[in-house]
């Protein structure tokens, strides 16, 4: 059974900080990952879907990669700014996505 | 192109009873897939269906139950409502059924039970 494990859990970081996200899975066998993001309340916003033949997709700030032997991925965010705040969920496509727990992160102005 | 829609987008049940959520894909969208997600649990995943037939279910108990229409449009129900079953419930569509294909989400409905 996959198993999708997000860290860290929460994050605060001063405007204008680059960071790192984590994700890593137990089974290397997916389809695809993708990122996303959910503001408090609200639905989910895809960020970035890596296939699982590529090693990074890039979109603007964000910067995903994939790792398959590892089982890791990670979403690089440069330049954060507060608006960037908000749940940021992992999820591996196998039967329907499977889902991290999500990282809260917080940009401070 | 108008995103996912769902309604209603919020509601209250008293246990015991039984509710349908709606949710219509984005435009050319044909597969379909529902999701709960509680804070206890994250988001999980229900069904999907493709073509008004579910192709995928998650681990649910019957009471959970779908279908899909000609046009696309899904509608979720749940019966016997549980305490347990307070959740947004978070559908997705994409292009086609498959693995490869990128998933939209819909602001989700809000279900609370009583």
């Known amino acids: 059974k996959q198993e999708v494990t997000q860290i860290p859990a929460a994050l605060s970081v001063p405007e204008g900080e680059n960071l790192v996200l984590n994700c890593s899975f137990t089974d290397s066998a997916i389809y695809n990952l993708q990122w996303f993001r959910q503001d408090p309340g609200k639905g989910l916003t895809s960020l970035l879907l890596i296939q699982s033949s590529q090693r990074e997709q890039t979109s603007g700030r964000l910067n995903a990669s994939l790792d398959k032997s590892s089982g890791r991925s990670t979403l690089y965010i440069a330049a954060s700014q507060p608006g960037d705040s908000a749940t940021y969920l992992c999820a591996l496509q196998t039967v329907g996505l499977v889902f991290g727990a999500g990282t809260i992160l917080r940009v401070k102005s | 192109k108008a995103g996912v829609t769902q309604t209603p987008r919020y509601l209250i049940k008293t246990r015991g009873q039984q509710v349908t959520l709606s949710c219509s894909p984005i435009?050319?969208?044909?597969?379909v897939s529902w999701y709960q997600q509680t804070p206890g649990q994250g988001l999980q995943f229900l069904f999907e269906y493709f073509s008004e037939t579910q192709r995928n279910k998650g681990n649910f108990p019957g009471r959970f139950s779908g279908r899909q229409f000609s046009n696309s449009r899904s509608e979720m129900n749940v019966s016997t409502l549980e305490l347990g079953d307070s959740a947004l419930y978070l559908c997705?569509?994409?292009?086609?059924?498959?693995?490869?294909?990128?998933?939209?989400f819909g602001p989700g409905t809000r279900l609370t039970v009583t």
């Open positions: 435009s050319g969208h044909r597969s």
């Open positions: 997705a569509s994409s292009q086609l059924y498959g693995t490869i294909y990128e998933q939209y």
